[in-house]
């Protein structure tokens, strides 16, 4: 066997191979073989029909395809090796010559690692929001608290207000018409958690125990299911129950009932520095995000679209995995939005270019910078993951096992992230800035 790379372009090899005609010729006796037994040829039985005469009675075709498919894999993983490339995704191949007595010569095009220059990644700019903790974030932190060691109770003859949780049937009507995705049995609504489409919950208030009443409302102009998306509807609503919360006093009791401190100072406090490192750790996320989107920008890197496709196909298992979580299969949730897979690849083919892109940056970035993990480091790390994961290290040490060379891809991935970061200037936005950002962003 004999392979040849005639050219890498857009991160694409391309490869010239030929097997000799002792070798195809193997590859046509096996699949005589198997052929032999799925045909038959009058006069003889399945199985038992001699190779010349099968093939002047099919033609010698009728073997090339099993042929094939014995001998083109063999044959290309023997190129890659011969020719040490590191293919990226499935080929494709085109042949050249097939004549039996002869070599058989095909072609494959694979991706492969594409060649490119780093730019000037050092002193990117890069600024970030304003991000600092106020008395007001302790305070809905504790409301929050409050919320979840409230006493529950039911509502039989009073009204339902706003914060109750009612359970409720509901059916849509467009146009007189029940749509798909519009009906719901024993369903838990919390009033003023703005779950549900603008001015539902609203007409819900006031409303008690076996009361029922047609909801008018708006689909938004930019509702997920575009079908929906700006059209009026009418929902008929059953209260079948309604539930309320009686909140607790914020004081000294309080804090001793739900955390291990005596005080509610000294619960504030710990909030407070909880809150302040999450976020830091949001600060830190902003950076290198930040940082890959600037440094993608000094770099002309091509990619394969077999490695995007590839990129997509793994996005898409793992939207579908989402979704299973909430009880939602992928052909459920297409049927519910009026979407597809086509759809989802189209939309969410830059992004997968973006992180294809990213992630051949920074494997570069890891070999020019020679980037490495000590026996220390890899053990520190396996430390914290056993925490994090609440395993015994020995067991967490067991598991990793098999996924250390994973591990350490990824653990060199990060130093060449932080590479960016301690390099760059980092600037962070006033608060006036951000609220500013936010507004457009919000349309508020």
């Known amino acids: 066997m004999e392979a040849k790379l005639e050219k890498i372009e857009n991160s694409e090899a391309y490869i010239a191979i030929e097997v000799d005609a002792e070798k195809f010729e193997e590859g046509l006796e096996k699949a005589y073989r198997k052929v032999v037994k799925q045909v038959g040829v009058p006069g003889f ?121 009612l359970e409720i049937d509901f059916e849509g009507f467009i146009d007189g018409e029940t749509f798909s995705g519009g009906q719901g049995s024993d369903y838990p609504l919390e009033l003023g958690s703005n779950t549900f489409i603008p001015g539902f919950e609203d007409q819900l208030v006031g409303l008690k125990v076996g009361e029922s009443k047609d909801v008018q409302v708006t689909f938004p102009e930019d509702y997920h299911a575009e079908d929906l998306a700006g059209k009026e509807a009418i929902f008929k609503v059953e209260i079948k129950k309604i ?47 930040e940082v890959l989107v600037q440094a993608l920008g000094k770099c002309d890197i091509p990619a394969a679209d077999s490695v995007v496709n590839v990129q997509l196909d793994r996005m898409l298992e793992q939207f579908g995995q989402r979704m299973a979580a909430q009880g939602l299969s992928l052909e459920q949730y297409f049927q519910f939005t009026g979407s597809n897979p086509e759809a989802f690849y189209t939309e969410l083919r830059p992004e997968a270019e973006r992180i294809v892109k990213t992630n051949f940056m920074l494997e570069k970035i890891v070999e020019e910078k020679g980037f490495t993990i000590s026996d220390e480091e890899m053990n520190k790390q396996i430390e914290n993951m056993a925490k994090d994961l609440g395993l015994e290290l020995e067991k967490a040490k067991e598991t990793l096992t098999n996924l250390r060379d994973e591990l350490e891809q990824s653990m060199k991935v990060d130093k060449a992230i932080k590479y960016l970061a301690d390099n760059a200037v980092i600037t962070e936005k006033t608060e006036e800035n951000t609220k500013d950002a936010n507004e457009v962003e919000t349309g508020e």
């Open 45 to 165: 039985r399945k199985g038992r029909v001699p190779r010349p005469l099968l093939e002047a009675h099919y033609g010698k075709e009728i073997l090339y395809q099993d042929a094939l498919e014995v001998i083109v894999p063999e044959a290309y993983e023997e190129a890659l090796e011969q020719l040490n490339i590191n293919a990226l995704a499935q080929p494709e191949f085109d042949i050249d010559e097939i004549e039996d007595g002869k070599p058989f010569k095909f072609q494959a095009r694979v991706a492969v690692k594409p060649e490119f220059e780093l730019g000037n990644l050092e002193g990117l700019e890069v600024s970030i929001p304003y991000l600092q903790v106020t008395d007001q974030d302790v305070d809905n932190r504790l409301e929050e608290m409050r919320s979840r060691y409230a006493e529950i109770s039911e509502k039989t003859e009073e009204p339902a207000e706003i914060g109750d949780t």
């Open 243 to 289: 539930e309320t919360k009686k909140m607790r006093d914020l004081d000294d009791d309080f804090a001793q009932e739900v955390s291990s401190f005596d005080s509610l100072a000294e619960l504030r406090e710990d909030i407070k520095t909880n809150l302040d490192e999450m976020t830091e750790k949001r600060k830190q996320e902003f950076i290198k995000q």
